[in-house]
């Protein structure tokens, strides 16, 4: 069955991925894909009866991947996925260098978004307790690379 691009929720044109592409890019596998689908931790539109991720999903399953292999367990990840998804919204509105660099850092219960190293620096020096860190930019980067992936747009509309 066809499905227009306002039942996937997707701009016409906008990037999507599929699983395979996602699992291939965050070095995990389809079942831990799957897993966090229904888990409600990262829900992917649905397309043809497969999962097809925005960019923005796809961030968010590297860094789940990320936090995960530095030991961070998911039930802690989960809120701050929640608190990430609304730091990068709020972000987003804001103009920042291209050539930036934003991090993030966390402790397990909180996170931080910082640009510049000496910010990254000052929080790790004053952590009371172990430090989580994941370079957001390098992770769009890899999602934006020639290396990712081979990468599909959304289905469009045919009127004809």
């Known amino acids: 069955m066809f499905r227009s691009q306002g039942e996937l929720g997707l701009p016409v044109g906008e990037p999507v991925f599929t699983s395979t592409e996602v699992a291939r890019l965050a070095g995990i596998t389809l079942r831990q894909l799957q897993w966090w689908d229904e888990r409600k931790v990262v829900s992917p539109a649905k ?16 860094t789940i991947s990320r936090l995960r292999q530095k030991g961070l367990p998911l039930q802690k990840i989960r809120p701050l996925l ?36 000496d910010e990254i620096l000052a929080q790790l020096a004053e952590a009371p307790r172990a430090m989580y860190l994941v370079c957001l930019s390098e992770q769009i980067d890899r999602i934006a690379s020639a290396k990712a992936p081979r990468r599909r747009l959304a289905k469009q509309l045919r009127l004809f």
């Open 47 to 62: 397309e043809d009866h497969r999962r097809v991720y925005k960019v923005q999903q796809v961030l968010e399953v590297l």
């Open 82 to 117: 929640r608190r990430l998804r609304r730091e990068l919204t709020q972000r987003a509105s804001r103009a920042t260098p291209a050539d930036s660099k934003l991090w993030l850092s966390t402790d397990g219960t909180s996170i931080c978004l910082a640009e510049q190293p």
